[in-house]
């Protein structure tokens, strides 16, 4: 679909270029499909951050014996992130050892028409659109990823992806914040997860996602997404004493 308020389409991904009435651009699929950004309101100019180069996925080590930490670009396609699940020796180690990244499949299944868009969608675009079925907002959430966000400013801040998404279609990015790339802990990756999905029709969005993390022999960190507004994050525990769970802090 045409978006006919735009003007003016640029190769960009310096957030110092940016100017009121501007829209990044990544893969389109939201932008393209609604004839406009629902986020912020019809754009005049398209930023396109496709061209950035930057590396898709990149392995970081750690020392005596952790598990690697992965930083997932914004610009790094469904298709690239679904690969990785089947890579033998991801970051370097045996694919064994990493058991989170068995969520990746089903969270790329996720995606109504799935397969049709994971050539072009972002990881990044799906957390700026922040739709309550976007599966990249459950599998960071549940991942206890960090946003990296280049500003205007020309600093970079940081943030829990589970408390940047507000509700549908609102983040927490003010005017001209780009998200850079996400940090996934290498503990979480480690640890034993799990993966429960309901919709309400065979092939339809969400209705309920939830993803569940062993964080210790007796304790579970479970989050709830597309049946709630943003990424709501529980930790559970067998422990005798323990009484409640922690809500997804939000200011
Ligand atoms: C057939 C079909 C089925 C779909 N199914 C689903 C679904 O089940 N769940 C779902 O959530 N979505 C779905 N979508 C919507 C969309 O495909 C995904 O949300 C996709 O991941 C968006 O990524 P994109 O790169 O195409 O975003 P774009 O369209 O390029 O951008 C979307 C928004 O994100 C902003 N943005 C993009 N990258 C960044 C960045 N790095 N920093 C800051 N802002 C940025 C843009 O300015 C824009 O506001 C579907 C779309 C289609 C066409």
Redesign the pocket.
Known sequence: MDVTSVDDVLMCADPQQWRPGD???????????YGT????GAPTRLLD?TGAGWTPLTWHPRPSGRAPSLEIA??CR?AELRALADEPFPGGVPRATLPGLDLIPPACD????SW??WN???V???V??A?P????ISLLSGWDATAVIFRPDGTERRTPVAELIVGPARTR?ADG????SFLVPGDALAQTPAFRRISLTERG??AALLIGRRTSATSLRLTVTASAFHPIVLDLSADPGWRRGRRTRRS
């Open positions: 829209s990044w651009l990544a893969g389109g699929t939201v932008l393209f499909s950004d629902i986020t912020r951050i914004a610009t469904i996720s995606f109504v028409a049709k868009i072009v969608s972002t990044g675009g799906n700026a659109t739709l079925a976007g599966p990249m990015l914040e780009l998200i850079r969005r969400s």
